[in-house]
């Protein structure tokens, strides 16, 4: 009961919050265009103003409720949610739009552009501060559901990092239980790196009643890879005589992704539209590209004197720094960068782990922090080499030593941004973590890619 009565009140705090951020987000678009004096400079009063921006707000949050926007869901590094918010935002405006244009009502267009653009960036701003807060308030931390890990695997393992990274679920995995003696005490940590943030292998079945009321558990998340059919059956049934839920977690990773169809016939689950990426999807997203690397192209343009001079003044060396690295398929193109080592580094070596690394020049160290030194990769965006969000591509003698499951990376264009450049591990080797890059190319969409590019600007103005 507690549980229910803190998902609706939370609920009601999100759409209430968003409907008041929407409201005053156009109402502070229509100063702005008053101050800029552009357009024909149609003028409301008060009354006015404010009764079409109360109904435009009510209209816009029930079309992010509409799209799932404020669902309890889990949201891998808020993606999900900012994806969604992204989509009903967008879809919402267009109904406000169509609603003005049939009632033959006089609206500027730059108050309805201005409108759109800040909801978007305010929204998605407070879901990454929502996102903080929910991941890092050890009050808040109270409030979740307390459950247990049944298999120390890969599956149960995912599941931990993933819950972690869901805060809006709610869920605190308070520990794991395996039965194989060698895994007794191992400590599992959150980003698949030594970190602070860790669970151990609390003990096996017979521990399972004494932990239960130790640490006030809920639910008990069953890994199925870990049992036969025979065994899996049995220790769902004996789990059954605890006062707790039991969930059942089958190993799908890698084979579903966010366009699948769940269907049941009788007893029987059957998944259908296993299918990648499609093809008008793709013609957005090259069409995206070109219209977003041609405007970045005009900033290229305009810094690169300044760049340039700057890295000429700091150390010896050209302006560019160029490196070859694998892109979809397996193919080979030249990557380009400004400088930010030394002339005399060698390009393919391992990439410097902290800005204190003696290869970095000065100015180098200001182009990382500011990202600024990804700038020229405009160019193999409209080359075609690289989109601008896709995974990050490496340099060939890495990808000599991939796996099969890194080889996945190469079934994308590369990219210049990704989920992984927003993640804490992005210090990190990219090919050493791949749930980044699972995540993306299993649910490839327009609003994903609108997301994520909304959250490196962020990232971008912080510095990161």
């Known amino acids: 009961m507690k549980h229910l009565v803190i998902k609706y009140s939370l609920?009601?705090?999100?759409?209430?919050?968003?409907?008041?951020?929407?409201?005053?987000?156009i109402i502070i678009a229509y100063f702005i265009y008053r101050f800029l004096s552009i357009g024909k400079e149609i003028i409301y009063s008060m009354p006015e103003l404010v009764i079409a921006s109360l109904t435009s707000s009510g209209l816009i949050v029930m079309t992010l409720l509409i799209v799932h926007a404020?669902?309890?869901?889990?949201?891998?590094?808020?993606?999900?949610?900012?994806?969604?918010?992204?989509?009903?935002?967008?879809?919402?405006f267009l109904i406000v739009g169509m609603v003005l244009v049939l009632g033959r009502l006089l609206i500027s267009r730059y108050v309805f552009v201005f409108s759109y653009i800040l909801t978007i960036i305010s929204l998605t701003g407070v879901k990454m501060l929502y996102f903080h807060i929910l991941s890092t308030d050890p009050w808040l931390k109270k409030l979740q559901k307390k459950i247990l890990i049944y298999g120390a695997d890969p599956i149960g393992e995912n599941l931990y990092r993933a819950?972690?990274?869901?805060?809006?679920?709610?869920?605190?995995?308070?520990?794991?239980?395996?039965?194989?003696?060698?895994?007794?005490?191992e400590v599992i940590y959150e980003n698949g790196f030594n970190t602070n943030q860790s669970i151990k292998v609390l003990g096996n079945y017979s521990d399972i009643s004494?932990?239960?009321q130790a640490h006030d558990i809920s639910a008990i998340y069953v890994s199925a890879q870990l049992f036969s059919v025979k065994k899996l059956k049995h220790v769902i049934t004996d789990l059954h005589q605890y006062p707790v839920q039991i969930f059942l977690v089958p190993d799908?990773?890698?084979i579903i992704s966010a366009n699948v169809k769940i269907d049941r016939i009788d007893d029987i689950f059957v998944f259908s539209n296993l299918t990648g990426p499609t093809h008008f999807y793709l013609w957005v997203?090259?069409?995206m590209d070109l219209?977003?690397?041609?405007i970045t192209m005009i900033i290229l343009i305009i810094l690169l004197p300044i760049i340039g001079v700057i890295i000429k003044l700091d150390s010896q060396g050209p302006i560019f720094f160029h490196q070859v690295r694998v892109g979809k398929n397996n193919y080979y193109f030249n990557m380009y960068k400004f400088r930010t080592m030394t002339s005399n580094s060698n390009p393919y070596e391992i990439k410097p782990e902290t800005c204190k690394d003696q290869r970095i020049t000065k100015v180098g160290r200001w182009l990382r922090k500011t990202s600024l030194d990804e700038l020229p990769q405009?160019?193999?965006?409209?080359?075609?080499?690289?989109?601008?969000?896709?995974?990050?591509?490496?340099m060939p003698f890495i990808v000599k030593k991939y796996n099969a499951e890194q080889m996945k990376r190469l079934q994308v264009k590369p990219g210049i941004t990704g989920i992984w450049q927003l993640a804490g591990d992005r210090d990190k080797p990219i090919h050493e973590h791949m749930a980044y890059d699972n995540y993306y190319i299993q649910n490839m969409s327009f609003f994903l890619d609108v997301a994520i590019l909304i959250n490196t600007l962020f990232y971008a103005c912080k510095g990161r």
């Open 11 to 25: 609920l009601l705090f999100y759409m209430v919050t968003d409907f008041v951020i929407i409201n005053a987000m």
């Open 70 to 92: 404020y669902d309890n869901e889990s949201s891998f590094l808020n993606m999900k949610e900012i994806e969604r918010v992204v989509k009903g935002v967008t879809l919402g």
């Open 163 to 185: 819950l972690v990274n869901s805060p809006r679920l709610r869920i605190l995995p308070v520990g794991f239980i395996d039965d194989r003696s060698e895994k007794k005490d």
């Open 210 to 212: 004494q932990l239960i």
């Open 252 to 254: 799908y990773q890698g």
């Open 285 to 287: 997203k090259r069409f």
């Open 291 to 294: 219209f977003l690397g041609l």
């Open 378 to 394: 405009i160019i193999n965006v409209i080359k075609g080499d690289m989109s601008f969000i896709g995974p990050r591509p490496e």
